[in-house]
């Protein structure tokens, strides 16, 4: 048997195998089955340990309330105003994911992918809202011509 590198020298063909058992081979292959993952970076609590529980995911629920509240204005009959909130609602989730150290399970991913999430959703939600039909708050004239292009 050949040596394998990092083994140690002991575990060759010379150690006791029990009967009728294949030699055991370290494999440098991932486990099958992962027993556990490892937390996002920044995904550790944003209050101290003994706090309670709101109270240590707080930039999550900020951004949560901030949507809910908006949907909640969406269906009060105020579609733009409702959904320029969601929208800003995420856009301070990606601020909140850059400027705290820990935002608790407001961290998902790495700092970097979270905060090009938040912020390209948030802003195409601000944006679409701003530019709906009718009576549009922001007019793109490049973005009409393209419609009309497409459409015909």
Same mark, same amino acid.
């Given at each position: /048997?050949?040596?394998? #590198?990092?083994? @140690? ?42 706090? @309670? ?5 707080? @930039?999550?629920?900020? =951004? /949560? ?35 705290? @150290? ?12 979270? /905060? ?17 039909? #009718? ?5 793109? #004239? ?8 497409? =459409?015909?």
């Amino acid at each position: /048997m050949t040596p394998v #590198p990092g083994m @140690p020298a002991e575990a060759d063909e010379s150690a006791a195998e029990p009967a009728g058992q294949p030699p055991a081979a370290k494999s440098r292959r991932f486990p099958l089955f992962t027993r556990d993952t490892a937390r996002p970076e920044g995904g550790g609590r944003a209050a101290p340990g003994d706090a @309670p529980a709101p109270a240590r995911q707080w @930039p999550l629920l900020a =951004v /949560m309330g901030g949507v809910g509240i908006g949907l909640l204005v969406v269906a009060l009959d105020a579609f733009r105003a409702g959904t320029v909130l969601v929208g800003l609602s995420l856009l301070a989730g990606a601020l909140l994911r850059w400027a705290l @150290p820990e935002v608790g399970m407001l961290a998902v991913r790495s700092r970097f992918t979270d /905060m090009l999430t938040y912020g390209v959703l948030g802003s195409a939600i601000v944006l679409l809202s701003l530019m709906a039909q #009718p009576d549009p708050w922001l007019e793109i #004239p490049f973005l009409e011509d393209v419609v009309h292009f497409t =459409v015909r």
